[in-house]
């Protein structure tokens, strides 16, 4: 539960510039700053396209910029572009500003004058590793403070295990729901004990998934094949890994989907909370003294549910996706660790062959489905079956070649679905094209493969091209900072893959929008720039110390502006709250808000999906430029 109503004091609309800033002795003071810069707050590689952007409250036409030095003085002169129209009825005048000459390494601001004033927060040009490396570094440490289980990793958090009951859960029958993700029966038991200790928490809550949980895996590996060095990731890597082996039985041909329960049950004579329904830390579950049919029972002992029934076939984009997961694995130990490369790429095989690819229906994700509503598959299947044939081919295995057929069939079939998705949890085309990309033969048609990549990427450019902030996925929504990351992941994909930096603008503009570069001027990554979420909605961020340190929880994304109405929804709830700051509503639009509240999940909680496509952006970038 939320306790102690601590409410950081809202800032005036225009705090800073209600300000006078006095000038040398004897010199007039500065007028005050009435309009706002937004750029991307870490900043910049050196031959990187930089665009800042200007909110003003009025016509800015004409308006001078001057990027100015660590020592105060002006090192480049440059005029504000042309209007984009406006942002909200407050701010309704945005213009560019086109920092691209500034290519010499340092800590800069950027100073508007003329019709509007203002000043933006520093920024920095510094090389891509300096700048994004570390980014990609704390996404790991995210990963690290929500590991579940015995193993935790000595660091600021100083977590302790949980959850240990998970070593012998027990698997129920998949749970019904209505329409709004809601139980309407009790759980009815039907096997185990099964060993599903470890894993990641998937998000600010303490529920495990396969589905998110193999996506996380399969962006980790990719960074840590393709991009920069980034320390602790092959051991984090690996701690995810061994769970999802866990949620694989090759005895019973069973895979597992999920550990916990989200929404609890009140239902005739049956009560029971679920995970959602306690605020708290998870070590706090294994001190519960519960038996069965006591309210806080599946909290303690953690209910199982699969797939399917063993052996049956498996939904589509579970199998495709697991089996990329255990794939890749083994293609990055076939050198080091032979026999458990080939573990993975056994498991991998026979969970790819399990896929049900006929009359599917609704896929299989998570209890309740409403949680990843992913309505694609043929994406899943094509990934899958690549990785499956480039690990094939590392270890000698001869159904290599039959793999890399699967592969361009799934490849060629989802193209044909004409989505025009970039890379996210609920799509994984990007990575199809690419990994297959890779696997070079006579029978993979590259160019097609290209052409499909330069369409998704195509309708990302022309989207952003008519938004005011140059922002792909719009200006707020469910996943949206993990959606304009999921841009700059698909061009540095691109460009990697095809050596052909066309997108390379489009890709550092969808970054900066996620480090700063939007309408509220906030980073979405806990921790990155000089400002950024001080309130995730996260348990061990804000219960591990003090509401003072949740904004310790470094590298994870949030989700960012949202629909008002999900928002305030969740705002109407009278509980108080320890963390929260208004400061934002100027910049809110009708439709789209931000709140830095630890109650508001909609707009500042972090997942591993989320961080996991951050991950692998920062990483490839850190290595590109």
Request: glycine share 10%; proline share 5%.
């Amino acid at each position: 539960m939320l306790t102690a109503a601590v409410r950081r004091r809202p800032l005036a609309l225009l705090s800073i510039g209600a300000m006078l800033v006095a000038g040398a002795c004897g010199s007039p003071p500065k007028p005050p700053l009435d309009a706002f810069v937004r750029l991307d707050q870490l900043g910049y590689a050196p031959a990187e396209t930089k665009i800042a952007v200007l909110l003003a409250p009025r016509d800015a036409a004409g308006a001078r910029a001057a990027v100015v030095g660590a020592d105060g003085r002006t090192v480049l002169s440059l005029t504000v572009g042309s209007g984009r129209g406006g942002w909200n009825a407050t701010f309704t005048d945005v213009r560019p500003i086109d920092l691209t000459a500034l290519t010499r390494p340092g800590t800069y601001r950027l100073r508007i004058d003329g019709p509007v004033h203002a000043e933006s927060p520093p920024f920095r040009i510094g090389t891509a590793n300096e700048l994004f490396g570390s980014l990609a570094q704390e996404s790991v440490e995210y990963f690290q403070a929500h590991r579940d289980g015995a193993n935790q990793v000595s660091a600021r958090w100083k977590r302790e295990p949980a959850h240990l009951a998970d070593r012998a859960a027990t698997v129920y029958e998949r749970p019904a729901f209505d329409d709004g993700g809601r139980l309407t029966a009790g759980l009815l038991a039907t096997a185990g004990p099964v060993d599903v200790e470890g894993g990641w928490y998937d998000a600010g809550d303490f529920l495990k998934f396969t589905h998110t949980t193999a996506y996380a895996l399969i962006a980790m590996q990719v960074a840590q094949r393709d991009g920069a060095t980034v320390g602790g990731l092959a051991a984090e890597a690996r701690h995810g890994l061994d769970w999802l082996g866990k949620m694989w039985d090759p005895n019973t041909g069973t895979l597992y989907t999920q550990v916990g329960i989200g929404s609890g049950l009140q239902h005739g004579d049956e009560t029971f909370l679920g995970d959602h329904d306690t605020w708290r830390l998870p070590q706090d579950d294994d001190r519960l003294a519960v038996q069965p049919g006591d309210e806080r029972y599946y909290q303690r002992y953690r209910p199982v549910f699969r797939a399917a029934d063993p052996g049956e076939r498996l939904s589509p984009n579970l199998a495709g996706r697991v089996a990329a997961a255990f794939a890749l694995a083994a293609q990055l130990e076939a050198a080091t660790e032979p026999a458990r490369a080939r573990a993975h790429l056994t498991a991998a095989a026979r969970i790819f062959g399990l896929a049900a690819t006929e009359g599917v229906e609704n896929l299989v994700t998570a209890e309740p489905r409403t949680f990843y509503p992913e309505d694609s598959w043929t994406d899943d299947m094509a990934l899958g079956a690549t990785e499956l044939a480039l690990a094939g081919r590392v270890l000698g295995d001869p159904r290599a070649g039959e793999w890399l057929e699967q592969a361009t069939h799934w490849a060629k079939t989802n193209t044909d679905r004409g989505d025009d998705g970039a890379l996210s949890v609920y799509n994984l085309s990007a990575l199809a094209i690419t990994e297959l990309t890779r696997a070079t033969g006579a029978e993979i048609d590259t160019g097609a493969l290209r052409r499909d990549l330069r369409r998704r990427l195509d309708a990302g450019v022309q989207a952003a091209a008519g938004n005011p902030m140059g922002a792909a996925a719009g200006n707020g929504g469910a996943d949206y900072a993990a959606r304009q990351l999921g841009y700059t992941a698909t061009a540095e994909l691109y460009e990697h893959t095809f050596q052909d930096g066309r997108y390379a603008a489009f890709a550092t503009a969808q970054r900066g929008v996620v480090l700063g570069a939007n309408g509220w001027g906030t980073s979405m990554v806990v921790g990155a720039g000089t400002t950024y979420p001080r309130c995730p909605h996260d348990q061990i961020a804000t219960l591990a110390g003090s509401p003072a340190t949740a904004a310790g929880m470094v590298g994870a994304v949030v989700n960012g502006p949202n629909h008002a109405d999900r928002v305030h929804e969740i705002l109407a709830d009278p509980r108080p709250t320890s963390c929260a700051s208004n400061a934002f509503a100027p910049f809110d639009r009708d439709d789209i808000h931000y709140v830095d509240d630890m109650r508001v999940s909609a707009n500042n909680e972090p997942s591993i999906d989320f961080t996991a496509t951050g991950l692998l952006a920062f990483a490839l970038t850190a290595k590109q430029h």
